[in-house]
């Protein structure tokens, strides 16, 4: 089960999701400046799918499966904001949902659409 808060997600996108029945699967979509961000979370599995595109080309820029995430972070140190997304096992037991995350993937929707590995 993933640690999140929904409204974070919301906050930092700035988009509504498509949500399937019962909760199961969570599907941002951001468009900004001609790059297209496509974030799906299904928080019962903690799987998340990370797809970078731009309008002009055919395939995907990045596309990434994150398997069991432990945990969805908002950080907002200004001039940036953005979700920090921790990868498995990275706590070794159940993700707090405050703590810092040491690793995984950082997805930033404004100014501009950025996906980040740290």
Not at 33 to 54: C, Q, R, W
Request: proline share 7%; glycine share 6%.
């Amino acid at each position: 089960m993933l640690a999140w808060d929904e409204s974070d997600v919301l906050t930092c996108l700035e988009t509504i999701p498509e949500i399937e029945p019962d909760g199961i699967c969570y599907h941002y979509k951001v468009d900004k400046g001609g790059a297209k961000l496509d974030l799906t979370i299904y928080p019962y599995d903690g799987d998340v799918y990370f797809e970078l595109s731009h309008k002009d080309a055919e395939q995907p820029l990045f596309s990434m499966k994150l398997l069991e995430c432990s945990g969805v972070r908002y950080v907002k140190k200004w001039p940036n904001e953005y979700l920090e997304f921790a990868p498995a096992k990275c706590f070794g037991n159940r993700y707090d949902g405050e703590s810092a995350i040491p690793y995984g993937v950082r997805v930033h929707a404004s100014p501009n659409i950025r996906i980040e590995i740290y």
